[in-house]
């Protein structure tokens, strides 16, 4: 397996949020960016961006929940460019509420984005690199692919299953040149919440606190991602929080369980979590 090396990167979801961030990072260092993502006009903001910051960008439209837009965008940049040397899958949606009351149609709509993008990608640009003779992908998952989010059944379900596709691809391509990282940053300010849907207004607020007090920035986790997949390593983890709550789950899961099933029952959990939030020490 190899780090990061090249200067040729596909990024999905990089009209906004931490996939611009991404795109930016990768630009100061002189790389060719493909910026993927559905909203065009967010895109083609990203790729002034990445000009501006000393990269060059190509745009191109496609929803990662489609398998076909996902092959249309791999075969674009492979046969545009001769090649890609990394990959991030990093388009991603939210909804909040307790299962049973979240619709159907929500939990379709974050494993189409979530799990299915991450998973159309892999599949299409694995192949190519082993052929080529390399690459690297990362898959953005979250502290919720870690530890388990109350309220967050879909989003925690499909970045788990995303921890668990990059794992089974660290192990499959060890002999195979291919590095891959998994990032699982925890809040922070990012374009996540302007298209979450939430079956109660207080999540969408607890939400919008914790994103607006924390206090490492969208370009930091990105520099911090980057950094961890030049070093090759299989789990980036940006934030001190994601370390400690990661640690204390493998420590003792269920002592883990038991506890936050604790302050939930006592009804204290929401509002120390909105406290702890408020000062900035949920990220």
């Known amino acids: 397996m190899r780090g990061l090396t090249g200067n040729s990167a596909v990024i999905t979801g990089a009209g906004s949020g931490l996939g611009r961030s991404l795109a930016k990072a990768l630009a100061s260092e002189g790389w060719k960016v493909g910026i993927v993502d559905?909203?065009?006009s967010g895109a083609a903001e990203t790729a002034a961006i990445v000009e501006r910051a000393g990269g060059s960008a190509e745009t191109f439209h496609a929803d990662v929940s489609?398998?076909?837009?996902?092959?249309a965008y791999a075969d674009h940049y492979w046969e545009t460019w001769g090649g890609v040397d990394l990959l991030i899958n990093n388009a991603g949606v939210a909804c909040a509420g307790s299962v049973g009351?979240?619709?159907?149609?929500?939990?379709?709509?974050?494993?189409?984005?979530?799990f299915l993008g991450m998973l159309y990608g892999?599949?299409?640009f694995v192949p190519r690199m082993k052929a080529r003779g390399g690459g690297h992908i990362i898959n953005v998952a979250s502290l919720g692919g870690l530890v388990s989010l109350m309220h967050m059944a879909p989003y925690n379900t499909t970045k788990m299953?995303?921890?668990?596709?990059s794992e089974t691809l660290a192990m499959e391509l060890s002999d195979q040149n291919i590095g891959i990282t998994v990032a699982c940053p925890s809040f922070f300010k990012t374009g996540l919440l302007?298209?979450?849907?939430?079956?109660?207004?207080?999540e969408r607020d607890f939400a919008r606190i914790t994103f607006d007090n924390a206090r490492m920035s969208s370009d930091e986790v990105a520099r911090r991602i980057i950094a961890a997949a030049k070093k090759n390593r299989l789990y980036a983890t940006p934030?001190?929080?994601v370390k400690m709550l990661w640690s204390l789950k493998r420590l003792s899961p269920e002592t883990n369980s038991?506890?936050?099933g604790f302050l939930n029952r006592r009804g204290v959990l929401v509002p120390l979590m909105t406290a702890l939030a408020r000062r900035g020490l949920v990220q």
Do not use: Y
């Open 161 to 165: 299953a995303v921890v668990s596709l």
């Open 194 to 202: 302007d298209e979450m849907r939430c079956t109660e207004d207080w």
């Open 66 to 71: 489609e398998p076909g837009g996902v092959k």
């Open 258 to 260: 038991r506890i936050f």
């Open 239 to 241: 934030q001190f929080s």
């Open 122 to 124: 892999c599949h299409e």
């Open 101 to 114: 009351e979240i619709p159907l149609e929500d939990w379709d709509w974050v494993i189409g984005v979530n």
């Open 38 to 40: 559905i909203d065009n």
